[in-house]
């Protein structure tokens, strides 16, 4: 059985910080590339961050470069979104997610997913 499960979300105010936290089950996380995806009220589900199995490479939205960072500990299985500098358009329900790829992937390449953890970003 494989899990992934979001934590660390809430309601904060536009430039704060937050840092969300994926805790994997079920796999070995040193062999999966895993990502963070988002998804606002009526869009679409949009990719913000990857971080390849392949060490030392990571990918990220362009919307959220310099902003956030994805990192992960292999040997607690976790996985981190660190999110600085929190805008209005970052509101959202964040997912992780995790594969068994290199690159950012898509959401149909993506394996396993979590139930998501919502964000929300006020003025």
């Known amino acids: 059985q494989v899990t992934l499960v979001e934590s660390g979300g809430g309601l904060v105010q536009a430039g704060d910080s937050l840092r969300l936290s994926c805790a994997v089950s079920g796999l070995m996380l040193h062999i999966y590339t895993v990502g963070w995806w988002r998804q606002n009220s009526g869009k679409e589900r949009e990719f913000v961050a990857a971080d390849s199995w392949t060490p030392g490479t990571t990918y990220y939205a362009d919307s959220v470069k310099g902003r956030f960072t994805i990192s992960r500990d292999n040997a607690r299985n976790t996985v981190y979104l660190q999110m600085n500098s929190l805008k209005l358009d970052d509101t959202a329900v964040y997912s992780c997610?995790?594969?068994?790829?290199?690159?950012?992937?898509?959401?149909?390449?993506?394996?396993?997913w979590g139930q998501g953890i919502q964000v929300t970003v006020s003025s």
């Open positions: 997610a995790a594969r068994a790829g290199s690159g950012p992937g898509n959401r149909l390449t993506y394996d396993y």
